[in-house]
């Protein structure tokens, strides 16, 4: 295939990527804001090279007229979690979606059924309709979710693949078996303190909203031009600030919305 037909072949690919990244970007995010800790951690995408294309169509035999159709994962989106109990859920968000703006043509379970050389993820295919300046076109697409643990480890196991074109040495796949196990207990006991670990995410996150908040009360009070009180608020912030307690922060802020409502009040009128 020429190299033109390929950048035109590949077009939609692009665009699903780009499309997914962002819609599943917008999810983390705004489940972060609503729940004051991630559901997820990081959403990466990519359209595979030609080269893999090639590879993969070569080992599975798959004319490359038939590529768009036989392979799942030209276009791949990846999904990082911090716990296993998260990807249940982000599954969960994506098959509520499932006829609506995606399709889902396949679940792959390698979590539940880990694979031999000890990959674990859970995939889910899905067909993605785009329209392009080329007109509209239905894509296949991988979306794989793993958590932090289990993506080292796939992250580390493929560059191995790569260099040893798939013979990895015994020795090798031995202690890659190893991380595995490694990556699976991490997981596990991740998962044990997961409501203390998301606990001190909500406080951090409660931390910094009230100080973005109460920065921003000060930057209005020294807006109306009332200086030097903008000045000691700014003091009285600061010293608590330091001893960090939430609960005195976060009555100091109401106490602070509060003054800066009278002094909005009083330039109006
Ligand atoms: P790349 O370079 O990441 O794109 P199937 O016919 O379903 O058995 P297929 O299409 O290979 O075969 O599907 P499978 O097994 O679900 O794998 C799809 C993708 O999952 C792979 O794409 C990898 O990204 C990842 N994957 C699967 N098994 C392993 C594994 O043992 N180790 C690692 N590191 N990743 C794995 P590609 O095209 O193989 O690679």
Same mark, same amino acid.
């Given at each position: 295939?020429?190299?033109?037909?390929?950048?035109?072949?590949?077009?939609?690919?692009?665009?699903?990527?780009?499309?997914?990244?962002?819609?599943?970007?917008?999810?983390?995010?705004? +489940?972060?804001?609503?729940?004051?800790?991630?559901?997820?951690?990081?959403?990466?995408?990519?359209?595979?090279?030609?080269?893999?294309?090639?590879?993969?169509?070569?080992? @599975?035999?798959?004319?490359?007229?038939?590529?768009?159709? @036989?392979?799942?994962?030209?276009?791949?989106?990846?999904?990082?979690?911090?716990?296993?109990?998260?990807?249940?859920?982000?599954?969960?968000?994506?098959?509520?979606?499932?006829?609506?703006?995606?399709?889902?043509?396949?679940?792959?379970? +390698?979590?539940?059924?880990?694979?031999?050389?000890?990959?674990?993820? +859970?995939?889910?295919?899905?067909? +993605?309709?785009?329209?392009?300046?080329?007109?509209?076109?239905?894509?296949?697409?991988?979306?794989?979710?793993?958590?932090?643990?289990?993506?080292?480890?796939?992250?580390?196991?493929?560059?191995?693949?790569?260099?040893?074109?798939?013979?990895?040495?015994?020795?090798?796949?031995?202690?890659?078996?190893?991380?595995?196990?490694?990556?699976?207990?991490?997981?596990?006991?991740?998962?044990?303190?997961?409501?203390?670990?998301?606990?001190?995410?909500?406080?951090?996150?409660?931390?910094?909203?009230?100080?973005?908040?109460?920065?921003?009360?000060?930057?209005?009070?020294?807006?109306?031009?009332?200086?030097?009180?903008?000045?000691?608020?700014?003091?009285?912030?600061?010293?608590?600030?330091?001893?960090?307690?939430?609960?005195?922060?976060?009555?100091?802020?109401?106490?602070?919305?509060?003054?800066?409502?009278?002094?909005?009040?009083?330039?109006?009128?």
């Amino acid at each position: 295939m020429e190299t033109l037909q390929w950048k035109k072949k590949l077009i939609p690919y692009e665009q699903a990527v780009r499309e997914l990244e962002v819609k599943f970007q917008n999810i983390a995010h705004q +489940y972060q804001v609503l729940n004051q800790h991630s559901l997820i951690e990081l959403v990466t995408g990519r359209v595979k090279t030609i080269s893999s294309i090639l590879e993969k169509a070569r080992k @599975k035999d798959i004319p490359l007229s038939a590529i768009s159709e @036989k392979i799942e994962d030209i276009a791949g989106i990846r999904i990082i979690c911090q716990f296993v109990e998260d990807i249940d859920k982000v599954v969960h968000l994506i098959r509520e979606r499932n006829g609506k703006d995606l399709w889902i043509v396949e679940e792959k379970d +390698y979590i539940e059924n880990t694979k031999a050389s000890g990959y674990r993820s +859970y995939h889910i295919i899905i067909q +993605y309709p785009v329209y392009t300046a080329i007109g509209e076109k239905k894509v296949l697409a991988e979306i794989q979710i793993r958590t932090l643990a289990m993506n080292f480890w796939a992250i580390i196991e493929h560059s191995l693949q790569y260099k040893y074109k798939q013979n990895i040495p015994k020795e090798i796949s031995k202690r890659l078996l190893n991380a595995a196990e490694a990556a699976f207990k991490l997981d596990k006991e991740m998962s044990m303190i997961r409501n203390e670990i998301i606990e001190a995410q909500e406080l951090f996150q409660l931390k910094s909203d009230i100080i973005a908040d109460i920065v921003k009360n000060i930057e209005n009070l020294h807006g109306t031009g009332n200086l030097t009180e903008a000045e000691d608020i700014q003091r009285q912030f600061l010293k608590l600030w330091r001893e960090g307690n939430i609960e005195k922060l976060k009555k100091f802020n109401q106490q602070l919305d509060m003054i800066v409502q009278i002094y909005d009040v009083q330039s109006l009128s």
